[in-house]
């Protein structure tokens, strides 16, 4: 049976709204994770209400017949973590078609929700308390694949979701991620190839070195090169300018407002996808764009040993970290020692 | 992220003793900085970094480490379900 979430329940002293959007109004209750209080929302501006929501949660495990039943599938944050629920949602729904799914996350993530088929209703957190009563079940992944501590393993993250579902035999289709046909969307400058420089966590950057290589090595080889990234990330500044001289281009010129559902149509018309353990590692396969993905503070197999269009470099590194939070190495090192992969092994691949 | 403030602290929290407290504080921190910077030839860039991606255990470790010889190995691998042509 799948957890309760460690979430708290909370009452809005305030009404609170980001880019025009009320995520929260005044005086109503919302279920939040116990960590957004303070971080994400000042205690001064909610009233933690309850601290255990056991009461509130009805959960859920895939013995329960959800025939004409919803149910509503929790797992609050990362780009790459939406589309890894996208192979569960898939196999509840194919299980059960009848059963309306909501699916709930930050609402900052919800833009990619777009991609992401078999999902009836999106439920942003900080979730309405009153929206629980409209579902029969409720699912969270919470503790799925980290620890309370943040601490992962080199469990495949596919089967650890299956494990809190208490499904057994899941068939590999299964395990890799699934996206909503989308049309490539050909930007007219002659064939592309594209490049994920930056990962959300610097600790996974791929190393400058090699990102000029390959742009270079792929302008030679007659192709132009997008750079998959976030128009807000300072770290693209620098790069930018060292890049400005070669046929290279950043993927939020051909979105609006920086869209990363317009991204992945441009990301469909790419030849090869060059990228560190990111979201563009989960949506390349899915788009089926052959996708080589470099692995170093975590093992290449928790996280695509199913996937197809996928060559994973995985560096195995003698201090294996599993660690995002930190931010940059652990060592101090930037960029990480253990991304550092030799470029031929890049072009045997394409080769 | 986004940090709210609530309705203005109460008039007793602003009181001259709180004032001074939080800035003796401040100055404390400024001079901590100001050794630490000095001690591992950082900028106050890389320093605020650090504070806002490590936990302060995690920042002494870090620098423990800085002060060894790292030695990482790497043995990497081409892991794929595809077969080659």
């Known amino acids: 049976m799948s957890e309760v979430p460690r979430y708290v ?42 601290e255990d929501i056991t009461d509130l949660w ?24 939406m589309l890894w629920m996208s192979a569960v949602l898939k196999y509840i729904k ?27 209703k999106v439920v942003p957190i900080p979730v309405q308390a009153s929206q629980l009563k409209n579902y029969d079940y409720h699912l969270s992944f919470m503790d799925s ?54 990962a959300q966590s610097q600790i996974r950057d791929l190393p ?13 080889r007659g192709y132009h090169v997008i750079m998959f990234t976030n128009k807000n990330e300072h770290r693209l500044i620098d790069l930018r300018n060292v890049v400005k001289d070669l046929n290279v281009s950043c993927s939020f010129e051909y979105s609006k407002d920086g869209d990363i559902y317009d991204s992945c149509k441009v990301l469909k018309s790419c030849e090869w996808l060059l990228t560190p353990d990111s979201a563009f590692a989960h949506i ?43 931010g940059i190495c652990p060592y101090g090192i930037t960029p990480s020692p253990c991304m550092d992969v030799d470029f031929n092994l890049i072009m045997n691949i394409i080769n | 992220m986004f940090i709210t403030k609530g309705p ?51 920042i002494i470790n870090s620098f423990e480490h800085e002060k060894q010889e790292v030695e990482i190995k790497l043995d990497p691998i081409v892991v794929t379900n595809e077969r080659s042509s």
């Open chain 1, 58 to 81: 009805k959960p859920y495990d895939i013995s329960i017949d959800l025939t004409n039943k919803s149910l509503l599938v929790q797992r609050a944050s990362g780009f790459g973590d």
């Open chain 1, 284 to 326: 390349g396969p899915a788009l089926g764009v052959k996708t080589i993905s470099i692995y170093g503070p975590f093992a290449a197999e928790s996280r695509m040993k199913y996937y197809l269009n996928n060559w994973a470099i995985d560096t195995r590194p003698s201090c294996r970290c599993r660690l995002h939070t930190p």
């Open chain 2, 8 to 58: 203005k602290q109460e008039k007793a929290e602003n009181s001259p003793a709180l004032q001074k407290q939080n800035e003796e504080l401040l100055l404390r921190v400024m001079n901590l900085e100001k050794i630490i910077m000095e001690k591992f030839g950082m900028t106050i860039k890389e320093l605020s970094f650090r504070y806002n991606t490590v936990k302060l255990d995690a």
């Open chain 1, 145 to 198: 694949v980290e620890n309370r501590l943040g601490e992962e393993t080199d469990e495949n993250s596919y089967e650890a979701f299956y494990k809190t579902l208490g499904a057994a035999d899941v068939p590999d289709e299964y395990k890799r991620p699934y996206v909503k046909d989308i049309a490539a969307r050909d930007i007219g400058k002659g064939p592309v190839v594209g490049i994920q420089p930056l």
């Open chain 1, 94 to 120: 194919d299980k059960y078609p009848s059963c309306r799914i909501g699916y709930s996350c930050s609402f900052d993530y919800v833009p990619i929700l777009r991609l992401i088929p078999n999902i009836d």
């Open chain 1, 208 to 220: 400058r070195p090699l990102v000029i290589d390959f742009i270079k090595e792929m302008n030679k």
């Open chain 1, 9 to 50: 329940l909370i009452q809005a002293k305030n009404t609170l709204k980001a880019n025009d959007t009320v995520i929260l109004a005044s005086g109503e209750k919302y279920l939040v994770p116990r960590g957004w209080l303070g971080m994400r929302l000042g205690r001064d501006a909610v009233k933690v209400v309850k």
